[in-house]
């Protein structure tokens, strides 16, 4: 994170250099988190991701809910069977809980792997809508004016309405 700050600071120094050194350059602002969820198809993957988290969710609850029964019979049933079984039965729980884990890190995993996939796209698309709408007035560099990455001051040119109206939105 601290890299990502000193990389910014110094992306915007470069640019506020080069714009003393060049008077020519021209520089425009948009913030790009605004643009991606303003976006109709950002919208949509991220209605699919909660789907597909609501279903993950509802799978890992079912086999918690099967293991809290299992053990709680186990539990129930342990005074009355032998060293040996109760040992396999916590074996088995083991085993269940184990398997539980798995299925947690599996359905995360997944779910990165469909954001990924999802998401790509659509920041390619904004990106390249982006470069078309610089290109087209004249900017050769545009700051990414979301919170947090070190903008400071934002008075130039912001190219965030003419890029929603490339996308057509």
């Known amino acids: ?90 074996l088995e729980l083991q085993g269940h809980e184990r398997n539980i884990q798995e299925a947690r890190q599996a359905a995360l995993q997944e779910m990165q792997k469909k954001q990924q996939e999802l998401f790509a796209p659509i920041s390619d698309k904004a990106k390249t809508a982006i470069e078309k709408v610089a290109a087209a007035q004249g900017y050769e560099y545009v700051i990414d004016a979301s919170p947090g990455l070190s903008l400071i001051v934002a008075k130039g040119k912001d190219l965030l309405p003419e890029v929603k109206q490339e996308l057509g939105f």
């Open 1 to 90: 994170m601290k890299n990502v700050k000193k990389i910014a600071v110094a992306l915007v120094l470069f640019v506020a250099v080069t714009g003393f050194v060049n008077a020519q350059s021209k520089v425009a602002h948009i913030n790009v988190q605004q643009l991606l969820s303003e976006m109709p198809e950002m919208k949509a993957a991220q209605a699919e991701l909660k789907k597909l988290e609501e279903t993950y969710t509802a799978d890992i609850e079912e086999s918690f809910k099967e293991f809290q029964n299992k053990a709680t019979l186990y539990q129930n049933e342990s005074a009355s069977k032998t060293r040996e079984e109760n040992e396999k039965r916590a």
